[in-house]
């Protein structure tokens, strides 16, 4: 397939009370994109992915830590992270994020 489309990425996943909801839409040897969407007050602990990883905020708003810097996430926002790099969210209110993963997993 010489391309892929989908006209509204945030309708690929729906918010749950109490969850986060994740589906991968997008997968080949070196990039992985994942849709997630958080219930307000969900999200995810400290981690670190072994491929560099790009964050962009589609909807809501998330608190967002990576490498121990705190940062407001809104709509439009857009962070890349080395391998390796500790982060975590929280959902301030109920949030779409767009995960992209980038080089060889």
Do not use: C, N
């Not at 892929?4 to 070196?30: C, H, K, M, N, Y």
């Not at 490498?67 to 949030?95: C, K, Q, S, V």
């Amino acid at each position: 397939m010489a391309h892929f489309v989908l006209p509204d990425i945030a309708s690929t996943v729906e918010i749950q009370a109490g969850a986060v909801v994740s589906r991968v839409i997008f997968r080949d040897s070196q990039t992985e994109v994942t849709v997630f969407g958080f219930a307000a007050g969900e999200g995810l602990s400290e981690h670190q992915a072994s491929r560099a990883a790009i964050v962009q905020v589609l909807k809501g708003r998330l608190e967002l830590i990576a490498d121990g810097e705190r940062l407001d996430a809104e709509p439009g926002f857009w962070l890349h992270m080395e391998p390796g790099t500790p982060h975590g969210l929280t959902a301030r209110e109920p949030t779409i994020m767009l995960l992209t993963l980038v080089g060889a997993g």
